[in-house]
């Protein structure tokens, strides 16, 4: 059931509360009339009060989605998406050279997976998918493809870096058009194996984001690069991160700067003690 269905059994909930809230109202007051005005005008304005309240839940609850979910379909001649995504992050997505659905989910949520079928849905949509493209091509066969190239790349860390505890790097592209963006990755100029890349994720202006992540273990004097290609750049986009730059400083170096605080304190402390009892003894 889609949220937007969600808000309006809700608000078709409130709306039928609020109708039997105005009969047994109106019912009331032609009650009261018959019957010598039985209702006193403090509890009419009681009544009025109740219906001005569900009045407003009526409104409350007729408010924006609480959550918003998309499916995307897309191809080209030799790749293709199917993506599931809720609140922008994505759920699942088909693997068309494993020929499975992913679930890319983080393991402190309860995992959730779609109906069996689903991969098999995502293959047939991409036929149609493919139909569509040959027909879009003939019909906009003379207008020009828009290229748009990545509006930020960015580079860091999944976690707080603690030398020799794993972490993950994570590079993230934004604002290109069309998808995909290719990522590569280097330690200390060296090409790495082993990343991994999401599907692109449309933005709300058409263009997309895709995000590259590589595990890695901080140690003192690595250097990390990503290096983004797409159709609108001329030349490659890189992004480095400095692990010396970025890790945690000496240990030593907090508790010897927090004792030279303190000694200079104290001893300001000591001068002005001093400075104004010399005063005193001057005014006595």
Request: aromatic share 10%.
């Amino acid at each position: 059931m889609s949220c937007e269905l969600c808000d309006w059994l809700l608000c078709v909930r409130a709306q039928l509360h609020f109708q039997s809230v105005t009969q047994r109202l109106s019912h009331t007051v032609r009650f009261t009339h018959t019957h010598t005005h039985s209702l006193t005008v403090r509890e009419l304005l009681m009544k009025m009060k109740e219906l001005l309240l569900f009045l407003s839940c009526v409104l409350c609850v007729s408010a924006d989605a609480q959550h918003s979910d998309i499916n995307i379909a897309g191809c080209s001649d030799s790749d293709g998406e199917y993506m599931y995504g809720l609140d922008g992050e994505e759920i699942a997505y088909a693997d068309f050279n494993k020929k499975e659905m992913i679930y890319p989910q983080p393991p402190f949520i309860d995992p959730m997976s779609y109906v069996e079928g689903t991969y098999e849905q995502a293959v047939g949509e991409q036929q149609i998918c493919k139909q569509n493209l040959q027909a879009a091509r003939k019909v906009m066969k003379d207008y020009p493809l828009e290229h748009d190239a990545p509006s930020a790349v960015m580079i860091y860390t999944r976690d707080e870096v603690e030398f020799g505890q794993e972490n993950t790097l994570i590079c993230h592209v934004t604002g290109f058009y069309p998808a995909p963006v290719n990522v590569s990755w280097t330690k200390n100029e060296q090409k790495v194996t082993g990343s991994s890349i999401n599907v692109p994720y449309p933005n709300k202006d058409g263009t997309f984001t895709q995000i590259s992540r590589l595990q890695f273990t901080p140690q003192l004097g690595d250097m990390y690069s990503c290096t983004v290609k797409h159709l609108a750049l001329t030349q490659p986009l890189t992004k480095i991160y400095d692990v010396q730059a970025s890790g945690q400083s000496d240990p030593g170096v907090g508790p010897a700067a927090f004792c030279g605080v303190g000694l200079t304190v104290g001893l300001l402390g000591v001068a002005a003690g001093t400075f104004f009892l010399i005063k005193g003894n001057e005014c006595s």
